[in-house]
Structures are given as structure tokens and as C-alpha cells.
T-cell receptor, first 120, second 113 residues
Framework: DTAVSQTPKYLVTQMGNDKSIKCEQN?????MYWYKQDSKKFLKIMFS???????INETVPNRFSPKSPDKAHLNLHINSLELGDSAVYFC???????????????????FGPGTRLTVL | DAKTTQPPSMDCAEGRAANLPCNHS???????VYWYRQIHSQGPQYIIH???NNETNEMASLIITEDRKSSTLILPHATLRDTAVYYC??????????????FGKGTKLSVKP
């Protein structure tokens, strides 16, 4: 009954390759996120998606692109991988409530187990 | 940048209460205090949040000072499984696009037998 799952758990690849990390949540949440945790253990948000709309896009390279086939999935595609992309990537989800005026009530986020990406 | 300051590490004896402090002197009126923790090699886990009143749930208690410039997370009876990095985060709960969780360095809590 995993709430937020990610695949693969480990990913080792060569520089220049293109790879994807998958994320699925079975909580019925409407917002999903991707975070990156680097070697110094800093955890930084990369993207969030709400109802298939990108609503946060921190200054990450455009080689990274989130893709959401449906509300339960937010996959992370990375093109032309670089050494500096090596990190642990976490997916998260939350049930945020949006009013008709666009105001948002943010709720707690539930995180997946992480994907350790190693670029050689 | 994180708007909170936490001690980098703390120790606690198993079975005793763990009190983790957090300073957030620039917190604004519509920002809540959230606590998450990250056990080694796992994703962060939500613990508790509050605005100005003290809060308690099955995991922990959150004590927020009257001026809201600091708070303390209390684990009443720490176990070895509570060893983790604890993050204190201030975050708007209502807003347009400022609901990001901005993680700082956190406090590494080591519970010792």
C-alpha cells in the first residue's frame, strides 16, 4: 500500500544519456512535486504539477522536464545527463485546495522513497 | 534560502524527551511552522505544523512562542527509530505560489541507547 512510489530506486548511467524516473501516488492528491537532494544533503524543489499544469518551475536546466500522463503520475525526464546531475531525486504529492480565485491552501506533502541517480 | 535556524546536531537518550529548537525570527503573519524529518536513505516525512497555538499529534508536540519567533518540536519518548534529520520550515499555507517547502540543513538527532 505504498502511498508514493518511485522507479527505479537506483539508476546508474553514462554522461550524455537520456533517462526517466517514474513517480506514482495512490493518495488521490492533485499536486505532485520533484525534489533534488545533492551530495551535501540539501533538498531543493525542482517542479510541481497541479491538474497537469506546471505551477512551480525553479531555475533548473531545461534538460529536466516533468511529464504528467494523469493526476496520479509525474515522471521526470532528463536529457543529456551531466556529472552534476548525480543526486537523490524525491517525488512528493499533496492535496492542495484551490479556490475559484486562484488562492491555494497548501497541505502537507508525502514523499516517495527516492531515486539515487549516478552519472558516470 | 531557508528562513529558519536550527542546531546542526543533538543527542538524546532513548526513552527521554527530545526537544528540538528552531528560530524563525522573520516569520510573517501568514506563515506556518512545519516540521519534517528524514530518516537515513528515506524520503522526508511530515510530522506536524502550527500557526500560533501549540499542537500535538500522535508523533510529536509543537510549542510556538507567543511572538512566533521560535518553536520547539518535542518527541515525548524518543526511540532509536527517531534518529533522523529534523527540518523546521516556515511556509505560507494560503497563497498564490509560495507554498514551496524550502528545506534548510536541519538538526541531526541521534537517539542513543
Amino acid at each position: 500500500d505504498t502511498a508514493v512510489s518511485q522507479t527505479p530506486k537506483y539508476l546508474v548511467t553514462q554522461m550524455g544519456n537520456d533517462k526517466s524516473i517514474k513517480c506514482e501516488q495512490n493518495l488521490g492528491h492533485d499536486t505532485m512535486y520533484w525534489y533534488k537532494q545533492d551530495s551535501k544533503k540539501f533538498l531543493k524543489i525542482m517542479f510541481s504539477y497541479n491538474n497537469k499544469e506546471l505551477i512551480i518551475n525553479e531555475t533548473v536546466p531545461n534538460r529536466f522536464s516533468p511529464k504528467s500522463p494523469d493526476k496520479a503520475h509525474l515522471n521526470l525526464h532528463i536529457n543529456s545527463l551531466e556529472l552534476g546531475d548525480s543526486a537523490v531525486y524525491f517525488c512528493a504529492s499533496s492535496q492542495d485546495r484551490r479556490s475559484l480565485r486562484g488562492a491555494v491552501r497548501y497541505n502537507e506533502q508525502f514523499f516517495g522513497p527516492g531515486t539515487r541517480l549516478t552519472v558516470l | 534560502d531557508a528562513k529558519t535556524t536550527q542546531p546542526p546536531s543533538m543527542d538524546c537518550a532513548e526513552g527521554r524527551a527530545a526537544n528540538l529548537p528552531c528560530n524563525h525570527s522573520t516569520i510573517s503573519g501568514n506563515e506556518y511552522v512545519y516540521w519534517y524529518r528524514q530518516i537515513h536513505s528515506q524520503g522526508p516525512q511530515y510530522i506536524i505544523h502550527g500557526l500560533k497555538n501549540n499542537e500535538t499529534n500522535e508523533m510529536a508536540s509543537l510549542i510556538i512562542t507567543e511572538d512566533r519567533k521560535s518553536s520547539t518540536l518535542i518527541l515525548p519518548h524518543a526511540t532509536l527509530r527517531d534518529t533522523a534529520v529534523y527540518y523546521c520550515i516556515v511556509r505560507e499555507r494560503y497563497g498564490g505560489s509560495q507554498g514551496n517547502l524550502i528545506f534548510g540543513k536541519g538538526t541531526k538527532l541521534s537517539v542513543k541507547p
